[in-house]
């Protein structure tokens, strides 16, 4: 299953399998934030503003039964939907108060097995304890059926014996570590081989065991991921029928768990009506207007491109494609802006400029660099602008003077660095252009048939930033195109709801897919 950036869009009927989805960093502490939005809005939206009890007839319990269903619903579509996606270690950072609590405590607890060995008699207590975890760790990486193994394994780290021994003072520390790293060598992943040899050439005993249990961390981390790579494509068969069950036992479990999703579509089917109800002044429209619930539908996912993540809370039946959705309206930001250079540039020095194709790509370049990460808070994006007039200034110089021709003059120069600088105001008309081209197109490729196999042409303007949109583009389509499979007959149930209108109703049963 292609799950990368390649150009390659899946239409609303296509099966999941084909579907190819934006790569994305994904980590359980990300996982965890979606699910807490997700449960934190339920319980404010279900309560009234004034009041600070829970919502009558919401038990914890179901709360935390809630919570667990949309922790699995997420780690499954993360799995299904992100190729890339593996579980990593959490590293505290050193610095960091818990860091520096974790390195004392673990160093204190070293400290003590040290002396413990050091002493005379030497004291066994601490090390056959770490022998026996680390028994149960090395049983837990055994597929079942590797019987000789595991024999082998208990009948080595038999605790018991250890434990005979160390009352004689003749228990093998040295062997029993070279043993487990042979073991060890025995189960890991290649990419492990060389802790193991590193481990292998360690002669402090503590040391070693201090070492021992790392690389342990790092071959159970390493297996969960060879499950997560094996279980993918069974999830991605069931994802719709799996993610729409669980997402029903949410439902279930919490009250006015789509109030979100409800205002997301009431607020296009409104923009519908309000422009479809507009006649010409002195005109009466003779029937009602008739509405298209995937018109309406199309319109509430284009308004994700335009979405303020950090404030406004995502519809509930989106919550899994968030982080997606924000880095990819993110990037979608940064090629407007790009666009909209071009646009400029071309308007004020095209006629001088040309001839001269290598020059929009050295630009486009240097605008890129310099607009990246721009929708940080602490991006200033009037001098990254302003940096980008200077830029283009000097290269559409040093473009002239290696061509023969006179360079720019100054009022031409403070010209095109005033304009690029007024790009940063919201009202900018460049900026309102390129945006509502931008919307076209992906609307474009959300009414694609499922028989169309080619991408529509993009919008005028468009065209320095055409690769990067149309795989942005893909992969907005399969974002969406998913979500309406999964979420086609809870979104018809919200419209039947909203319209009470049999017309639409049927409609919306025939528009939206249910399965």
Not at 355 to 369: D, Y
């Amino acid at each position: 299953m292609p799950l990368n950036d390649e150009k390659q869009c899946v239409n609303e009927q296509s099966d999941v399998e084909s579907s190819p989805f934006s790569e994305s960093m994904a980590s359980l502490s990300d996982l965890e934030c979606s699910r807490q939005s997700f449960t934190s809005d339920f319980s404010s939206k279900s309560s009234s503003p004034d009041s600070t009890s829970p919502p009558s007839g919401v038990m914890f319990d179901d709360v935390m039964a809630a919570a667990k269903s949309l922790s699995d619903m997420t780690l499954a579509h993360e799995i299904a939907v992100n190729e890339n996606f593996q579980l990593k270690q959490n590293a505290v950072p050193e610095n960091s108060l818990p860091g520096q609590v974790k390195r004392v405590v673990h160093q204190a607890f070293w400290d003590v097995v040290k002396a413990d060995l050091s002493a005379e008699p030497p004291q066994y207590e601490y090390a056959i304890r770490l022998f026996e975890e680390i028994r149960e760790i090395l049983l837990s990486f055994l597929a079942p059926g590797a019987n000789s193994l595991h024999n082998q394994i208990c009948e080595v780290l038999d605790i018991d014996l250890i434990r005979q021994q160390a009352e004689h003072n003749a228990v093998d520390i040295q062997g029993l570590a070279n043993y487990v790293i042979t073991t060890m060598g025995k189960m890991c992943a290649p990419v492990r081989d060389e802790d193991i040899r590193e481990l292998k050439a360690t002669t402090n005993i503590v040391e070693m065991l201090r070492q021992i249990f790392r690389v342990l961390d790092l071959m159970r981390m390493d297996m969960t991921n060879f499950v997560i790579r094996t279980v993918r494509p069974h999830i991605q068969n069931h994802l719709v029928e799996y993610e729409r069950n669980k997402f029903q036992e949410i439902l279930e479990g919490t009250p006015n768990a789509l109030s979100q999703t409800t205002e997301w579509l009431k607020e296009s089917i409104d923009e519908e009506f309000l422009s479809e109800t507009a006649v010409a002044p002195g005109t009466e429209q003779s029937s009602p207007p008739s509405l298209s619930p995937l018109l309406v539908l199309n319109n509430c996912y284009l308004k994700l491109l335009r979405w303020d993540y950090q404030t406004k809370v995502l519809p509930e039946t989106l919550v899994t494609d968030g982080a997606r959705l924000q880095e990819l309206t993110e990037k979608l930001n940064q090629l407007r802006t790009i666009a909209c250079l071009s646009l400029v540039t071309n308007n004020m020095v095209g006629a001088v400029t040309e001839g001269l194709p290598e020059l929009a790509n050295r630009l486009k370049r240097i605008s890129a660099v310099l607009l990246e990460g721009m929708n940080k808070e602490t991006f200033n994006l009037k001098e990254a602008l302003d940096s980008i007039g200077v830029q283009t200034c000097a290269e559409v110089n040093k473009a002239l003077e290696e061509r023969g021709s006179p360079t720019l003059n100054a009022e031409v120069q403070a010209n095109l660095i005033g304009q690029f600088s007024s790009l940063e105001k919201k009202d900018n008309p460049v900026c309102t252009l390129m945006d509502k081209r931008i919307q076209v197109y992906m609307r474009s490729l959300l009414c694609l048939s499922s028989t169309h196999k080619s991408l529509p042409p993009v919008p005028l303007g468009l065209d320095v930033i055409q690769q990067e949109l149309e795989v942005l583009g893909c992969q907005f389509t399969n974002i969406v195109n998913l979500n309406k499979q999964v979420y086609g007959p809870i979104y018809a149930n919200i419209f039947r709801k909203l319209l009470l209108r049999d017309e639409a109703v049927g409609k919306m049963d025939a528009s939206l897919p249910t399965n």
